[in-house]
């Protein structure tokens, strides 16, 4: 185990990159997919059995958490990592996305955004200085510098305006964060779909220096299309030997298109989300728990997948607890959907160190077009 932050890519196929970031909590094996703990928690379940779904790393919600219980209370406690109860590598976001979604909530300037929370409404500056403090309050192994976020569409003339307001504060949370070994500092290019001001955000963040890069403002509402046409030059724009990170995304198909772009690591709520609402995600698809064709289906969720909820329960099972509005039906979902999820990026893996990325993509489409297996 190391006691500095590195990267090391081991195997490419086409655009697509396996490798491992290594940092002193431990190894990251990319592509990798975290899980979303928003607030110290991966919703419906324990600590442990994240870790057994084959997570190297969770991410963790700055602006929830330095809302409550507070960064300052998390790090009298001993830090996030003994907080939740997670040894693993953590990762948080800056803030900047769920403060610019607060719409009439917030103010923005040059120093920062005044906001007001949603929670008691009570008022709170966050600059990209005081993103830097709480993140080290938190104590996480990859912080990301605060940037702002529009959302899409937006004119040419907004996103470069937001681009290189972002820019500014990146080089604030580098200086604001300083020199940490072990802990690693990422750079948030911006730029919405525009080549050019992806290229200008890329080199602004290069002369700035960055442990890693993330691909920010996609997912946003610009549809899978327009994203993939974004990554086919965005990725490119940023250096090969530093991890790629794509924010917020997605759904199963969108990380194979990511991964195929050159894209390292991602993050998204949705399988946890869509485990606490009935629907499964599979390698045939989506299937929803609640439809009464289950009701009667002794077989598994899906006969090849090892997770609890397929390895020990049915389908009509799965159905009755969602009816019934059962804790367990959210809990054993969320299971099997991060369990797959991490199963897609381990076949990825093994795909691109076996030069076989193009393989695996026909054989991912193909099962998908399958759809979900016919009732009994």
Same mark, same amino acid.
């Given at each position: 185990?190391?006691?500095?932050?590195?990267?090391?890519?081991?195997?490419?196929?086409?655009?697509?990159?396996?490798?491992?970031?290594?940092?002193?909590?431990?190894?990251?094996?990319?592509?990798?997919?975290?899980?979303?703990?928003?607030?110290?928690?991966?919703?419906?379940?324990?600590?442990?059995?994240?870790?057994?779904?084959? $997570?190297?790393?969770?991410?963790?919600?700055?602006?929830?958490?330095?809302?409550?219980?507070?960064?300052?209370?998390?790090?009298?406690?001993?830090?996030?990592?003994?907080?939740?109860?997670?040894? &693993?590598?953590?990762?948080?976001?800056?803030?900047?996305?769920?403060?610019?979604?607060?719409?009439?909530?917030?103010?923005?300037?040059?120093?920062?955004?005044?906001?007001?929370?949603?929670?008691?409404?009570?008022? !709170?500056? =966050?600059?990209?200085?005081?993103?830097?403090?709480?993140?080290?309050?938190?104590?996480?192994?990859?912080?990301?510098?605060?940037?702002?976020?529009?959302? =899409?569409?937006?004119?040419?003339?907004?996103?470069?305006?937001?681009?290189?307001?972002?820019?500014?504060?990146?080089?604030?949370?580098?200086?604001?964060?300083?020199?940490?070994?072990?802990?690693?500092?990422?750079?948030?290019?911006?730029?919405? =779909?525009?080549?050019?001001?992806? $290229?200008?955000?890329?080199?602004?963040?290069?002369?700035?220096?960055?442990?890693?890069?993330?691909?920010?403002?996609?997912?946003?509402?610009?549809?899978?299309?327009?994203?993939?046409?974004?990554?086919?030059?965005?990725?490119?724009?940023?250096?090969?030997?530093?991890?790629?990170?794509?924010?917020? /995304?997605?759904?199963?198909?969108?990380?194979?298109?990511?991964?195929?772009?050159?894209?390292?690591? +991602?993050?998204? /709520?949705?399988?946890?989300?869509?485990?606490?609402?009935?629907?499964?995600?599979?390698?045939?698809?989506?299937?929803?728990?609640?439809?009464?064709?289950?009701?009667?289906?002794? &077989?598994?969720?899906?006969?090849?997948?090892?997770?609890?909820?397929?390895?020990?329960?049915?389908?009509?099972?799965? !159905?009755? /607890?969602?009816?019934?509005?059962? +804790?367990?039906?959210?809990?054993?979902?969320?299971?099997?959907?991060?369990?797959?999820?991490?199963?897609?990026?381990?076949?990825?893996?093994?795909?691109?160190? $076996?030069?076989?990325?193009?393989?695996?993509?026909?054989?991912?489409?193909?099962?998908?077009?399958?759809?979900?297996?016919?009732?009994?």
């Amino acid at each position: 185990m190391t006691n500095r932050f590195s990267f090391a890519l081991n195997a490419t196929d086409g655009a697509a990159r396996t490798g491992v970031i290594a940092t002193p909590r431990g190894d990251i094996r990319t592509p990798a997919f975290m899980p979303v703990g928003t607030a110290a928690t991966v919703k419906a379940m324990l600590p442990e059995s994240v870790a057994a779904t084959g $997570a190297d790393i969770l991410l963790g919600n700055t602006y929830h958490l330095m809302l409550r219980p507070t960064a300052e209370r998390i790090a009298a406690l001993g830090g996030l990592h003994k907080f939740m109860n997670w040894q &693993r590598p953590i990762l948080t976001d800056s803030g900047g996305f769920q403060v610019m979604s607060l719409a009439d909530l917030r103010k923005l300037t040059e120093e920062g955004v005044t906001f007001r929370s949603h929670i008691d409404g009570s008022k !709170h500056m =966050l600059s990209p200085e005081r993103s830097m403090e709480i993140q080290k309050l938190l104590g996480s192994d990859i912080v990301m510098c605060f940037d702002e976020c529009p959302a =899409l569409p937006a004119d040419r003339t907004r996103i470069a305006e937001s681009m290189r307001l972002s820019m500014r504060w990146a080089a604030r949370s580098r200086d604001a964060f300083g020199d940490r070994p072990g802990h690693a500092l990422f750079g948030i290019q911006q730029g919405g =779909l525009e080549q050019d001001l992806r $290229a200008e955000s890329a080199d602004a963040l290069r002369q700035i220096g960055f442990d890693g890069y993330a691909v920010g403002g996609l997912a946003v509402g610009e549809g899978q299309e327009a994203m993939f046409g974004c990554l086919d030059f965005a990725a490119d724009q940023l250096p090969v030997d530093k991890p790629r990170y794509l924010m917020g /995304v997605g759904k199963p198909d969108d990380i194979v298109g990511a991964v195929k772009r050159g894209i390292d690591m +991602m993050d998204c /709520v949705l399988p946890s989300r869509s485990g606490r609402t009935g629907q499964a995600w599979t390698r045939r698809g989506q299937v929803n728990m609640k439809n009464a064709r289950h009701a009667d289906d002794p &077989r598994p969720l899906d006969a090849d997948c090892t997770c609890p909820a397929c390895a020990n329960y049915s389908r009509a099972y799965l !159905h009755h /607890v969602f009816r019934a509005q059962e +804790m367990i039906s959210g809990m054993l979902l969320t299971w099997h959907n991060l369990h797959y999820y991490q199963e897609l990026m381990g076949e990825m893996r093994a795909a691109i160190a $076996a030069g076989d990325f193009a393989g695996f993509e026909a054989r991912f489409h193909a099962h998908r077009a399958m759809g979900d297996i016919a009732p009994i």
